[in-house]
């Protein structure tokens, strides 16, 4: 929310402005549609991926999960044994448990990727990701706080962080104020028309 594998797809403005004025759809179906895997779509953080509908809070829905390579598990974990800030094996590590639905476990992981290198600024939104998708509002704000502490600007993290706000905290002038900043500091994201018609949506669902 870097943050990021291929993505599988564009959706269209009005299904996002859908999903922020009222649709009723739990975090994860909206979080399929804002963060669908695309370069095209804004080039979001690619390491979480969305699972089934679920609470606003972030908690992921019944949705069988792939299976689990346990050889590569374990040979990740040694590796990190080996070597504790090994960034990209902790980062499959949070990979691989977020796959499984495993969102705490995701953010242990990426938390350590976060402490081996704090200036990781799309780390700290992996982090974030799972901490929301996990039902950590709270938390996940904290993570993407502190990754525009490190670059104020950087339009992932802007847009994951107006989001956890409405989603999560149902403060839509916060989440608003966020993705303007984003529209005035990064003119030429890729999905800036969308940043626009999303932040038309929610001014209009709350007058």
């Known amino acids: 929310m870097t943050v990021m594998k291929g ?25 399929l549609l804002l963060h669908n895997r695309a370069a095209e779509i804004a080039k979001p953080l ?34 990190v044994k ?3 800030k ?3 094996a902790l980062t499959e590590l949070g ?12 953010a242990k992981w990426y938390k350590l990727a976060v402490d081996a290198n704090p200036k990781n600024v799309e780390m700290r939104n992996y982090l974030g990701e799972a901490l929301f998708q996990g039902g ?15 670059n104020p600007t950087h ?18 002038d ?5 993705w303007e900043k984003l529209v005035q500091t990064n003119p030429n994201f890729d999905q800036i028309d969308r940043v626009k018609q999303l932040i038309t949506a929610v001014k209009e669902r709350t007058k």
């Open 155 to 172: 339009p992932e993290a802007l847009f994951d962080y107006g989001y956890v706000l409405l989603q999560g905290k149902k403060d839509a």
């Open 46 to 79: 690619p390491m979480l991926r969305p699972r089934s509908d679920s609470a606003d809070t972030g908690t992921a829905g019944a949705t069988k999960p792939p299976p689990l390579d346990t050889a590569r598990l374990k040979q990740l974990e040694d590796t």
């Open 95 to 106: 990979n691989m448990q977020s796959d499984q639905l495993n969102y705490d476990e995701a």
């Open 7 to 31: 993505m599988k797809g564009m959706v269209s403005g009005a299904a996002l402005a859908f999903l922020l004025i009222g649709a009723g759809l739990g975090f994860a179906s909206a979080y």
């Open 136 to 150: 950590h509002a709270d938390e996940s704000l904290a993570a993407f706080k502190a990754a525009l502490e490190v």
């Open 86 to 88: 090994n960034i990209p």
């Open 174 to 178: 916060g989440a608003v104020k966020i």
């Open 82 to 84: 080996a070597d504790p």
